[in-house]
């Protein structure tokens, strides 16, 4: 009957002769094609000094612990397990607090009630197109960022050139460093960053005139003299170095430190 209300019947038999897909929206922009996409990666090493905070075109990806230096941030970055973030940090009073009511939104392991800003890192999505080589923050960051469509990316304070990290995570930073430089990203290193930065060219500039490896002089300033060590029986304690004594007098707490031992 003319001028009768469509059915709900109706309305799927019409659907489903519907042959044309929809049209996209005409503001429809595929991320990264056409368009600059920077993005500044924020540590707490001096160079993030450096960083583009005042440069509203630059997004700020900050590692948590960043966070109390940085007037703007784009994304939170904390990647621990749960009983590592609500520990007590030396770099801010009340981490898990501040994570409460983070207006900012950050990337974790998991979904948390208790944070709810935080979003589910897409590991899965990330280990199924990448190589399973991510031994620091800076990794994670850096491949999300490549599935994101990024343009230009920026080291500022990652330095990772403390003893306990020059090797796992500084090698893990600059590999990555590498991939996106090998997918056309524009990288930038401020001064005194010591990423990607010993300026000899192997064979051509690597050894003197006595055959000495001067690169191994600038990666290791400081030469291992094993006459120093001091032998210890473990198996006694009266023969054990005692552990240092925390300022405040507490005594370490292992099981938050990544070191913990089992005798």
Known sequence: MMG???????????????VVPPERPPSYEPPGLGRLRKIALIGTAETYTFAPFHDPSWEIWAHSSAIPVCPRVDRIFDLHPKHIWQGK?????????????????????EKYKTVPQSIRYPKERILSEFRRYITS????????????????????????????????????AEYWIGVAE???????????????????????ESHDAEGRNLME???NPKK????????????NPAGRIPLMKLHNGEQPNWAHSGHEHHY
């Open 137 to 172: 923050q800076t990794g994670w960051m850096i491949a999300l960022a490549l599935t994101e469509g990024v343009t230009h990316l920026g080291f500022y304070g990652i330095h990772y050139a403390h003893v306990d990290e020059r090797g796992w995570q500084l090698a893990c």
């Open 89 to 109: 940090k030396h770099w801010h009073k009340d981490y898990a607090g501040f994570l409460g009511t983070c207006p900012v939104p950050i990337y974790m392991q």
């Open 224 to 235: 291992f003299d094993a006459s120093k060590l001091q032998i210890v029986d473990m198996q």
């Open 4 to 18: 009768s209300k469509p059915t709900i019947a109706g309305l799927k038999a019409a659907a489903l002769r519907r």
């Open 217 to 219: 002089q600038r990666a």
């Open 182 to 204: 090998g997918r056309g990203v524009t990288i930038a290193i401020p001064p005194g960053s010591p990423l990607l930065k010993n300026p000899l060219l192997y064979g051509y």
